[in-house]
């Protein structure tokens, strides 16, 4: 079974730092690109960054370029999202999902349970 | 930045057709997706490549994508239909969501 299983969200403060982690199983991971999706709480979804199954290219949204990084570890399994300096509009539950496609496009046709973020002091 | 416009919401009587409309630039040019969300889940696609459906999606789901507009259509619309709903497409290597339409069966 093709599953996603995100963790590392939490309580932060404003300019602090987290790690999530995405677990992946049930694929081989390397052939598809992966995405980090959020959503605000009562707000609709948003996609944050991408990266292709390889690992050497990546994509950001503009929201979080310079603060965030995505990386992955194939001989893991495991999608990384490294968040800094974060914000109070951080606040998200953050989904990992997978694409269809080896690189940027495709569908998001498998979705973790989502890990919730809240920045707050 | 590219974006997608959805109404925020749709009503339909059980049994009868929904549809919910996606507006971008150009979107006829692009690939759209479709994704429904419940309360309390994770997203779930059900619409890929403007008009494909993904194992185990109704039949009663379809869309379609042409000029600025893409069009996610439910026939037949059921009480477990009541949803959110999100088109999606990708804009230069950027994946791009529309706002959400909330689906309301009554």
């Given at each position: 079974?093709?599953?996603?299983?995100?963790?590392?969200?939490?309580?932060?403060?404003?300019?602090?730092?987290?790690?999530?982690?995405?677990?992946?199983?049930?694929?081989?991971?390397?052939?598809?690109?992966?995405?980090?999706?959020?959503?605000?709480?009562?707000?609709?979804l948003e996609w944050v960054l991408g990266i292709r199954g390889s690992g050497g290219s990546t994509n950001y949204a503009d929201s979080v370029?310079?603060?965030?990084?995505?990386?992955?570890?194939?001989?893991?399994?495991?999608?990384?999202?490294?968040?800094?300096?974060?914000?109070?509009?951080?606040?998200?539950?953050?989904?990992?999902?997978?694409?269809?496609?080896?690189?940027?496009?495709?569908?998001?046709?498998?979705?973790?349970?989502?890990?919730?973020?809240?920045?707050?002091? | 930045?590219?974006?997608?416009?959805?109404?925020?919401?749709?009503?339909?009587?059980?049994?009868?057709?929904?549809?919910?409309?996606?507006?971008?630039?150009?979107?006829?040019?692009?690939?759209?997706?479709?994704?429904?969300q419940k309360p309390g889940q994770s997203p779930l696609l059900v619409i890929y490549q403007d008009n494909k459906r993904p194992s185990g999606?109704?039949?009663?789901?379809?869309?379609?994508?042409?000029?600025?507009?893409?069009?996610?259509?439910?026939?037949?619309?059921?009480?477990?239909?009541?949803?959110?709903?999100?088109?999606?497409?990708?804009?230069?290597?950027?994946?791009?969501?529309?706002?959400?339409?909330?689906?309301?069966?009554?």
């Open positions: 079974e093709v599953q996603l299983l995100e963790s590392g969200g939490g309580l932060v403060q404003p300019g602090g730092s987290l790690r999530l982690s995405c677990a992946a199983s049930g694929f081989t991971f390397s052939s598809y690109a992966m995405s980090w999706v959020r959503q605000a709480p009562g707000k609709g370029k310079g603060r965030f990084t995505i990386s992955r570890d194939n001989s893991r399994n495991t999608l990384y999202l490294q968040m800094n300096s974060l914000r109070a509009e951080d606040t998200a539950v953050y989904y990992c999902a997978k694409s269809s496609i080896a690189v940027a496009g495709g569908s998001f046709e498998i979705w973790g349970q989502g890990t919730m973020v809240t920045v707050s002091s | 930045s590219y974006e997608l416009t959805q109404p925020p919401s749709v009503s339909v009587s059980p049994g009868q057709t929904a549809s919910i409309t996606c507006s971008g630039d150009k979107l006829g040019d692009k690939y759209a997706y479709w994704y429904q999606i109704p039949e009663r789901f379809s869309g379609s994508n042409s000029g600025n507009t893409a069009t996610l259509t439910i026939s037949g619309t059921q009480a477990m239909d009541e949803a959110d709903y999100y088109c999606q497409a990708w804009d230069s290597s950027t994946g791009v969501f529309g706002g959400g339409t909330k689906l309301t069966v009554l």
